[in-house]
């Protein structure tokens, strides 16, 4: 696989959720970004993830997890991030949170065999949510997501390289979270949550014209990246669904996680496909008090999804269906703080005709609790 570096620079505003990305480049044998300002974080990580892919490095990697400072939920572009506590447990009042997903693709497959990627394209993808919310009861909560996206990318147009980067508040959302039931112990919690709600048009959906011009050059390199893939939105009202669940014995926990993205037809008669995420995991608290707990966790996470349509005919180069393996750290705070941070690597990914797939995703949130 080609060797290289790439920046990309993550508008979080004041929202530092990778403060501590400089010192990890550090101890990894980077040199320090040139450019870090209290509106951006610049990563310097692709080769990092790279070598993650061999058993040394990702155990080295693990080993540095707990420097580093800081969920969004699965795939890249359609889930979303809910607010809750590891407990599920919430007070009447106002929270805000953030939460960023970082995926890399590097990596070209075709019907779901990797093939070389001569021309050495790929695609940086950070999507960082900010969120806001109530909780009018205990039991009820409603949240508004809004995301800003940064994506740079290479890639081949026809026997030319094509280098950019796309930048913008992507598609909202407002969600409502109800607390099915719960039960709580000294040795025992267990929760259930159900969330629904609606994404709205206000991302750009500019880039999704180049579906209109696309034509392969004979002898050229093909592209895997495309309009579809930069759109930082869709134009489209879509519907939200999902559930969770949680349960604790003594120090030793699960979760569980489904949420599904109903889509309609956006811009340029152009209709993304209807998507699944989800997500389980086991887990075991590293420290468990009345105030404070830490937990690490091994999770599994997956992102399904058919072929997108665009006027009418299938979109071949679409369909995907990912399953990534990586740790997680929660820790919260009193009743006020939640935070979470894991590194997921893909162990099967399916997808049809040709396209870039992903080498792996960080992701890192937090919840206040006012």
Sequence with gaps: MAKRVRTLLVPLSCLHLCVGVDALLQIVGWKNPSHVGTAT?????????????????????????????????????????????????????????AA????????????????????????????????????????????????????????????????????????????????????????????????????????????????????????????GIHGHDLALGSGSWDGIVGTSGYYRYQRVFATAAVQYALRTEGDYDYRYANALAWEGGIGTYLLLTDSHTLALELLASGDYKRTDTFQGEDADDTA???????????????ANLAAELGVEIPVRIQNSAFQTVPDVRVRAGFTWRF
Aim: one cysteine or more.
């Design 41 to 97: 974080v610049q990563l310097i990580i692709s080769n990092t993830f790279r070598l993650m892919k061999s058993t040394k490095h990702f155990a080295s990697f693990l080993c540095l997890l707990p420097f580093i400072s800081s969920q969004t939920f699965a795939c890249d572009s359609c889930a979303i991030y809910s607010a809750t506590m590891a407990h599920g447990e919430s007070t009447i009042g106002w929270f805000a949170g």
């Design 100 to 223: 960023s997903q970082y995926t890399d693709f590097g990596t070209t497959q075709e019907d779901g065999h990797e093939v070389p990627n001569v021309a050495d394209q790929y695609l940086a993808s950070s999507i960082t949510q900010a969120l806001a919310g109530y909780n009018f009861t205990p039991r009820f909560s409603a949240q508004v997501n809004l995301p800003y996206i940064y994506r740079s990318f290479s890639r081949p147009e026809g026997f030319l390289t094509d280098k950019g980067s796309v930048q913008g508040i992507g598609d909202a959302s407002l969600i409502g979270r109800l607390l099915i039931t719960q039960m709580d112990s000294p040795d025992n919690t267990f929760t259930w949550n159900l969330l629904a709600g609606i994404k709205l048009p206000t991302g750009s959906s500019s880039r999704l014209k180049e579906e209109f011009n696309e034509s392969e050059v004979p002898g050229a390199p093909e592209s």
């Design 320 to 334: 995907i269906n990912a399953v990534y393996l990586g740790p997680k750290l929660v820790g919260t705070w009193k």
